[in-house]
């Protein structure tokens, strides 16, 4: 992923998106780790819909022995440098908020929503 890529990077409107985000800048992440915190089974998805938005999001494989003794390699998912940084400033200035408090917000909005819909 070139700079211009790192630099067009927009965000994402997606919960599970931001979620995986979210922990991708804390550090690498299984594909395992990144379906229980989309809570979903479709990580390659999420993490093929980030890079198509800009995230610069690397594969490592990492060699182990499977638990049928075999040698075999898993993929971790971690941001770039670069992307790490174009992540954290899109954050910054997401609503003019934290994403965090911004989700318990829209959260918020829809329970009261469905509160004076009773």
Not at 15 to 28: F, I, K, Q
Not at 65 to 91: F, K, M, N, Q
Request: charged letters at 30%; aromatic letters at 2%.
């Amino acid at each position: 992923m070139d700079s211009s890529e790192i630099a067009d990077f927009g965000g994402t409107a997606s919960r599970r998106e931001l979620r995986v985000l979210l922990a991708l800048v804390d550090g690498p992440r299984t594909r395992e780790d990144v379906d229980r915190i989309a809570r979903a089974s479709n990580g390659p998805d999420i993490i093929h819909r980030l890079r198509h938005k800009g995230a610069a999001i690397v594969t490592d494989l990492v060699p182990h022995i499977t638990a049928d003794g075999e040698r075999s390699r898993h993929g971790l998912y971690s941001l770039t440098r670069d992307g790490r940084r174009a992540v954290r400033e899109w954050l910054r200035g997401a609503a003019g908020t934290t994403p965090r408090k911004a989700q318990k917000g829209r959260t918020g909005t829809a329970q009261r929503s469905t509160e004076a819909a009773r």
